[in-house]
């Protein structure tokens, strides 16, 4: 069983950044891939990135490629995603989650998600 927990969430101005982290519970963490999905209201979940267990390999959703970036470290348990050039489309709220499985990352099905932290990006 694994625990997440979001944080990092809050108030920003379109343009600024925001670093979300995830802190996994257990002693297994370093033996799952991640990944970062977001919500807005009225829509449905969006994938944004994901990342091997050893932070080797990483994979974004188009619309978010080149503004976000995956990282995680092992010895925390824990796992970042840093958003750099916000807009207000990107206001929603973020989790994230952990996929015990060894498919391509694209093709991950996860197992375990945290509740999320609300971002909100102001014009």
């Known amino acids: 069983q694994v625990q997440l927990v979001e944080s990092g969430g809050g108030l920003v101005q379109a343009g600024g950044s925001l670093r979300l982290s995830c802190v996994a519970s257990g002693r297994t963490f370093s033996s799952y891939a991640m990944g970062w999905f977001r919500q807005a209201p009225g829509k449905e979940r969006e994938f944004l990135a994901a990342?091997?267990?050893?932070?080797?390999?990483?994979y974004y959703a188009e619309s978010v490629k080149g503004r976000f970036t995956i990282s995680r470290d092992n010895a925390k348990n824990t796992v970042y995603l840093q958003r750099n050039s916000l807009k207000p489309e990107d206001t929603a709220v973020y989790s994230c989650?952990?996929?015990?499985?060894?498919?391509?990352?694209?093709?991950?099905?996860?197992?375990?998600w945290g509740q999320g932290t609300q971002v909100t990006v102001s014009s």
């Open positions: 989650a952990a996929a015990r499985d060894n498919r391509p990352l694209p093709l991950l099905k996860y197992d375990y």
């Open positions: 990342i091997s267990w050893s932070g080797g390999s990483t």
